[in-house]
């Protein structure tokens, strides 16, 4: 049993949506109005079903506000099936689509999906090489050493290293990293990126590549 929370201005939708998972058990809260999402506190959400296109506030204007607020898995709810729709939503950090109409079944198996999937035992350890990271004490050790990095330059690598292979424009990083509501811009990432390569290169390490106008990457 799960709480979850679906996002459509079609009431119809919503109710369809909670007959449906109201039969694996699991606690549907719904909302017609988007606006009021911005006033609900959505941490004891374990899911949240986001439709796209909705009147006045869209789902990724939605997805852009909460996704840092929230670790929950976000599903988005479309018609649209074109695929930079798709890409543009999941690099807001959506986690899967789901094109309407969609079948009971498939609503279902998609939703429960998921919700195993976030219930698997965390990884506290993170290994790339002799390189690993203590997720849960927010530290990165090459060959047993301690590498000095402050706050935001470990968030930067562990960001990177958990989306290995996937590039990310400095403004999506900035973003995901420290907010809308960060204290600089997407420029002091740039920054960022620096200091880490020079503590690194002490280690004759080189793990962050940058890909030339698009952004960086963990390679």
């Known amino acids: 049993m799960s709480n979850i929370l679906a996002v459509d201005d ?22 017609s ?19 796209i296109m909705m009147k006045d506030l869209d789902g990724f204007t939605i997805c852009k506000c909460i996704r840092n607020q929230v670790d929950c898995p976000i ?21 899967d689509y789901i094109l309407k109409p969609f079948g009971a079944g498939e609503l279902r198996a998609r939703v429960n999906a998921h919700l ?9 350890v993170l290994c790339f090489g002799n390189i ?12 047993e050493e301690v590498v000095s990095l402050t706050k935001g330059e470990y968030e930067i690598c562990e960001f990177l290293a958990n989306n290995r292979g996937q590039v990310f424009s400095k403004e999506r990083m900035y ?14 990432i740039v920054e960022h990126i620096k200091n880490i390569r020079a503590k690194l290169a002490k280690f004759q390490v080189s793990p962050i590549e940058t890909i030339w106008g698009i952004g960086y990457k963990w390679i």
């Open 116 to 124: 195993r999937r976030e219930n698997r035992p965390k990884r506290q």
């Open 75 to 95: 599903l988005f709810l479309t018609a649209k099936s074109m695929e930079n729709d798709i890409m543009y939503g999941l690099g807001l950090g959506a986690d």
């Open 10 to 31: 079609d009431k119809s939708v919503l109710i369809l949506i909670k007959n449906i998972l109201q039969k694996d058990g699991h606690i549907v809260t719904t909302i």
């Open 132 to 143: 690993h990271f203590n997720l849960s004490g927010k530290q990165i050790t090459i060959n």
């Open 33 to 51: 109005n988007p606006n009021e999402i911005l006033e609900y506190q959505l941490g004891g959400f374990e899911m949240i079903l986001l439709d």
């Open 175 to 188: 973003e995901a990293i420290f907010g809308f509501n960060g204290e600089s811009d997407a420029s002091a």
